[in-house]
């Protein structure tokens, strides 16, 4: 197959370049920047530049890997060029305002297949001097799907990240998506980018091991693309972090009130959390 990737940052690099490491599919890259490109072509992340006022019309998969607004301005461009049959994967880290364009899209191209992606892997740095070939392998992928009845494009597209080596696939609505992805993804790197704010972060050398790694790696960050981010999804954001609120509210006061019974029952109960949490990632990996 043909597969075009529009996007060659962190993500579509990744993906670019474990398309060519995994598959004999033919790789097409395109991406604003043309420094991006060259190093792009150094990595082995494509065979041939991806026109995309001309070339995107014989590709088979087109994956957009870039920013939310810009994908839909993508998607508006490439749409009317794209063949009958191809399938377009978007790769945003936020589905709903993505899935509503495709829907409008779908409209027009009912020919088209048109899937949200979300690859649940990343790194705290960005670009495509930081992609990998393996970033998105044993990595689940999330599908959100415009036409969860188009059994045969949803087949091919599950076959194609299997392929290309994601371990795990979950079909999900755009909202529970962007429901879930606000807890596990979202409110960790506002959390951390809070905690990392403390005046002691200049000080901790020598007094931190794998608990503050651990809290402050999201920290690092692209400050732009999370903003956007945070900001087309920030209803469900917003829940999470006053959840958040009021359960270290409910630690503060065990604490300054002295009440060891609470404050154990408290941390007894996150144990189990996180013991089911486990549970559960081993049985779906199972």
Known sequence: MKIGVVGLGLIGGSLARQIMR????????????????????????????LDVDADVIDVDILIIAVNPRATLSTLDKVVPRIKSGAIIVDCAGVKKDVIKHMEALKEVRPDVFFVGGHPMAGR????????TATLFEKAYIILTPVDMDDIGALGRIKEFFKEVKCE????SSYAKHDRIIAYTSQLAHVVSSSYIKNP?????????????RDLTRVAKLNPAMWTELFMANKEYLIEAIDDLEARIHEY????ASGDEKQLMELLQYG???KETADKLARRKDD
């Open 22 to 49: 995994n598959t004999e599919h033919t790789v097409y890259a395109y991406d604003i920047s043309d420094e991006v490109l060259k190093k792009g072509a150094l990595l082995n992340a494509y065979h041939d530049i």
């Open 124 to 131: 705290e740095f960005s670009g495509v001097s930081h992609s």
């Open 168 to 171: 795990g696939i979950t079909l």
């Open 200 to 212: 002691m972060h200049k000080e901790h050398v020598g007094y931190s091991a794998g608990s503050f």
């Open 252 to 255: 503060r006061e065990a604490i």
């Open 271 to 273: 144990t189990e959390c």
